[in-house]
């Protein structure tokens, strides 16, 4: 059974970073298509970043060249690296496998002075 747990979220200030992981379980994050999403208050949730096994990556227009996807696979674990971090940046952050559709519990990112 594939399980996904996140981490790393927190409050920050506008201009700072965090780092999110995504633990995986049942699964091997280096044979899989692993995306990032997230859902701001009273929006729907979109995507953030997707990472293939191959190591290839594509970003959302509004993240790009903020936010950087990676694993590493000893750890089973993809990460998303966030910079530059703004108040629209707000949210919940979820990382889904793509082939079982398997959801985390999401980990919330909270940017305010």
């Known amino acids: 059974q594939v399980h996904l747990v996140e981490s790393g979220g927190g409050l920050v200030q506008p201009g700072g970073s965090l780092r999110l992981s995504c633990a995986a379980s049942?699964?091997?994050?280096?044979?899989?298509?692993m995306t990032w999403h997230r859902q701001a208050p009273g929006k729907a949730r979109e995507w953030v970043a997707t990472?293939?096994?191959?190591?290839?990556?594509i970003y959302n227009p509004s993240v790009k060249g903020r936010f950087t996807i990676s694993r590493d696979d000893a750890k089973n674990t993809v990460y998303l690296q966030l910079t530059s971090l703004q108040p629209e940046d707000t949210a919940v952050f979820y990382c889904l496998e793509a082939t079982s559709m398997t959801w985390g519990q999401g980990t919330q990112v909270t940017v305010s002075s």
């Open positions: 990472l293939w096994p191959g190591g290839a990556t």
């Open positions: 049942g699964l091997s994050v280096s044979d899989e298509i």
